[in-house]
Each structure stands twice: as C-alpha cells, then as structure tokens.
C-alpha cells in the first residue's frame, strides 16, 4: 500500500496516462471532486445523436475511438469493426442518463467523489490526493478537460443507478437454483457405433479415368487464383535505434533545461511491520496492539528485522522483502508514518505507531537530504531517453520516406531500400490467403496488397518483433485453368473422401436395417454388420463423450427417454449410431455448498438480460417518441471513415 506512486513526477504521469486511457475507453468515471465544474463537449461540435437535451458529439466519439486505439484495446486494423459498437455504447448511455433524469434520480457532488475513491484508489495514495498539477496534465495528454472527466463521472454514477436497479429486481428462487445445478450435473451414458474413415476397408483404388471426368466436369472449380510477385521492405526498430547517436552537447542541454526533473528530495528508506487493523473489531484491534508491542520487544532484543516481517507483516508490497518500502519522501505516506520515518535517525526503531491502516514497527535504514543529481550521475539515463525519443522520431520518417521514394520511381525500389537501410525480402506467385513474407497471415495487410497494381506500393504497416514495412507489387499474374496435373491430388483426396463418406452412410443405413429387424438390440445389429458397440462413462450436458466429443454432438443423450435410438448422426469425420443407455440424477445434498455461487451467477446473468432488453425497449420506445434523434448520414460517415 506505500509502494503507490513512490517514483519521480515523471514515471506518476505515465502510469496514470496509461490508467486513465484503460478508463476512458470503458467509460469509468473519472476525477477529483469539487476541482473545476460541470460541463460538457463544445455547443459547436457536430452531434450524432441527441436525447432531449443530452448530445453525443463528434468529438466525443472519436476521443473514445481514439483512446481505444491508443490503449490498444482494440487492434488498429479492427477499429472499424468496433467504431459502431463505441458509438451505440454512447447513444446508450445518453439514453439511460435521460432515463434516470426522468425518474428523478440525481447525483451529489459527495456521491461522485466517493464513487472517484472507489474507482481509482490510485489517485489518492496513502490517502492523499496525487495533486491537481499533475492530474490536468494527464487529462490534457487526453485531449479531456477536467470539466469533461468530472461530468463523465456524474453520469456514469447516475447509469450504474439505473441498471443497478434493474439487476437488484432480479429474484432468483430456490427452484431456479435447483434447476440449474441438475443442468450442470445430471449425468447422462450412451452406447454407441462409431462409423468412421477408418472403418471402411476393401474400398476399390479412384481411377485414372474417373479422376479426368470430375475433372472436365467441373473445370470452374479448378482455377488457379490471380497471383502477385512481391517485395516487402522492412525496418528492424532495434538495429535502427543502434545507429541513432545522442552527443554530450544533447545531453547537457536537455539537463540544463529540465533541472528540475533531477531534483532528489529529502528522503529516507525505511523498513516496517504492518499488522492490518482494517475492519477489525475493537478486541483484535488490542489483540494486534500488544501483538506489536512483543515484536518491538524481540526486535529491541536484537531479533531479525526482515525475519519478524516476512512471518508478521500485513503489507503485501513489502512483506515478502523483509518489510523494505525502499525511499519515500514526504507527502507519500500517511502522517503518522511520516512523522516517524523523517525524524528518526539511521538504524533506529519507531515505538509503535498507529495509522489509519493499523498498528507499524518503523525502522529507518538510510536517510539523503535534498540534492541536485549532478549531470554525470544521469547522463546515461539521459542519453538513452534522448536516444528513445530519436528513435521515435526518425524511424517513422525514414520509412515513409523510402516508401514515397519508391512511389515515385518504382525502378529503383532495391537501391532506395538499401540506401534507407531496410532489408528486401520477396514471395513469388503470392496468392490471397497465403502467409505473407515476415508479416504472416494477415487478412487486412493481404487484402490491401491484393488491391495493388504492378508497381504500386502499400502503405506502412506494423510487423511482428518491433518492425514495420511495406509492400510492392512487382508483377500481377493473371488467373487461368488450372491442368489437370496440378489439380490430380486434390481430386483424387476429394473423390477417396466421397467414396468413403458413402460407404459409411451405407453401413450406417444397414445398421438401421437390422435394428429394426432385431428389436433395436444395439448390440445384435452391430455384429450383424461386423461393426463394435461401445458404452460411453457418465458425461455431463456441458462435458465431453469419451471417443466421440462435446456432449452436445448427441442432444438425445438428456432429452430423450433411457432405450431411444439416435443417429445416423454426423460426429467430426464420423457417422454415429447409438442408444440412450442410463441417466445419473444430480446429487442434491451437494447443492447447499454450490448454492450461493449458483445463485449469484444466475442473478448476473439474467440481470444483464433484464438490463440489455430494457435499454432496446427504452431506446426504441424514445425513437418512435422522437425523443431520441440519431444523425444517420453523419453516423454513416464516421462509421465508413475508420472502415476505408
């Protein structure tokens, strides 16, 4: 709990800009309560939809579709997929804030700053707000205004409202559980004729003569695909990065200007014994106080500091460490722990202190006064940042510009390449659907390729192993008809697969036959045709049949009485035929252990039903109100704009 947000202001701002961009995607709330004020997207934006006086805006959407992108919560090359599933979310949730506002809900300004607490904890480490400096510039990083992260909040505590309601009105009864766990654990047994592949012996050899009739039968079947000679140029971003060089000069400079950011302040490294007194009763919580006053005795006795931690210790982030927190600063930890851990001295131990989080054993290893980290002690940490952030900026330019070099003067693609540094690798006679060369199979990058002409050139796109490349089309080859030498093997494997996919069909036919001659003896019919019956071990409706697959391949199993015939029913490359054998009643005295869980996973689903056909009912009832007003053709726009 004190290892929170212990790093410089600069590693907080990262981690709290990869945490916010998690946050905006899924429409968390967001915040510090009673900084700025309420509000919403400029009056100006272009609105997709509106309800009432609530809008979706232009620039709503596409901060939420870019955030997702910048997550990567949604690959890039699938964001058009997912851009109207975003867009309906937030129609959605305008409409259930109109909803709530109808039915008179409302959100104080304490009831969303509790709910901020609640959400994100990593705003408030130890207790204390991280500070507004910091969070305006994160939420500017996101394009957001504190206003707008604050009003995102309200209405997501006045929505969660509304489906709350919805999902508590679920009543789950007793017969409802029990129902469910005899679903999940009725067993059930069939015996059973397996007809496969396998099991068709003394079918005659395919023919020279039959394989060139289905061939001149079906000539538009056997086309060879249109077909692209390739070059993908590729940029390796760690060989590339070796030849980005950062001078003394860059170095001192970047620290002569930002000299603030290697300030060190005040701070000491400190080691503790946290015996959690969190929602403890007021008799443990003297039980742990006289707990903490023998370890503090042991360790005044000489007692192993790190020893007594690892066995004692409440704290989780340094337990295992042997109590250490390493360096904390003042303003990181709660007063109290501060208060001991900047006035004792090195090696000296605390008395016991008390803390919102319970009762501590401080000890204090080293202490630093503040300093200015002088250049040479940063200079690498430096040079490889200003190295990172060249990297970034050259490695993008360096292949756009080869690729536009290439554009102009498809002729010279290998020496412009080679000049750029990037290597050449080529695929002859590529067709769509093939793996591509370095890339792999991809659906995206395959089907913008197969939209090129000769010469042309792809745009860049992004490589397994930290690379990115481009593609050029050297040559198209045309589709033809196939001959016959190239299509023979896949005839011949398509013909040998209907010969025995009809001779399994007629032993299954035969079978049929003579369990109805022989009063559905299962075991008679089946050394009537030579073929073995087998008897499956008890599965469940979500399980498995030994030698056959899912349960769900043979649905009889469960809905059918004990003694049914079943098949000829196709199972993978198998057909079967079988007999409903035995039923095994689930255990109702082990429902009690199971009945809590089953009940609340039964409440969470049809909770989420309930919510899901209210918000269409609600949705549809407010569009034929014209209440609810979507801007189709812009929508459409958007939609087709991250689709292209």
Known sequence: MFDLFRSRDKLVRYTLTAFLSLVALSMIGYLIPGYGGG????????????????????????????????????????????????????????????????????VTGPETAAAIRQTMPQLFPDGKFIGAETYQAVLEQQGLSVADFEDTMRRQVMINRVRGLLEDSVVITREAVEREFRRRNDKATVEYVR???????????????????????????????????????????????ESVSVSDGEAQGLYDRERDRFRIPERARVRHILLNTTEKSAEEQTKLKDQADDLLKQLKGGADFAALARKFSDDPGSKEKGGDLDWVVRGQTVPEFEQAAFTLKPNELSEVIKTQYGFHIVQVQEKQEARLQPF????????????????????QSALDQAMSAIRKDPGAADAIAQKAGLSIVTAAAHKFGDPLPEAGANRDLDEAIQALGEGQVSDVFELPGDRMGFAQVVKVIPSRQAELKEVESQIRTALETEQRNSAMQLAASQLRGKLAELGNDLQKAAQAVGLRVQVSEPFSRNGAIEGLGAADSIP?????PIGTIFGPTPVGDSIVVGRVHGRIEADLTKLADEEKALREELKSRLGRERTQLFEAGLRERLEKQGKLKINKPLLDRIVGSYRS
Do not use: W
Not at 46 to 70: C, D, N, P, S, Y
Not at 556 to 560: C, K, P, S, Y
């Open 556 to 560: 009889e199993a469960f809905t059918q």
């Open 195 to 241: 007809i496969s592949p396998a099991s068709m012996r003394g079918l005659g050899p395919i023919t020279a003569n039959e394989i060139q009739e289905h061939y001149l039968k079906n000539l538009a079947q056997f086309q060879v695909p249109e077909a692209r000679d390739l070059k993908m140029f590729v940029l390796d971003r760690k060989r590339f990065a």
């Open 376 to 395: 040479a002690e940063v200079k690498a940490d430096i040079v490889a940042e200003l190295r990172n952030l060249k990297t970034e900026e050259t490695f």
């Open 39 to 106: 509000g919403g997207p400029a009056a100006d934006d272009f609105v997709i939809a509106e309800v009432g006086e609530l809008k979706v805006t232009v620039q709503e959407a596409q901060r939420m579709i870019q955030t997702a992108v910048r997550g990567r919560q949604v690959p890039t090359e699938m964001i058009g997929l997912f851009v109207p599933q975003l867009i309906d979310n937030l129609i959605i949730e305008r409409v259930l804030e109109y909803q709530a506002d109808e039915m008179g809900f409302r």
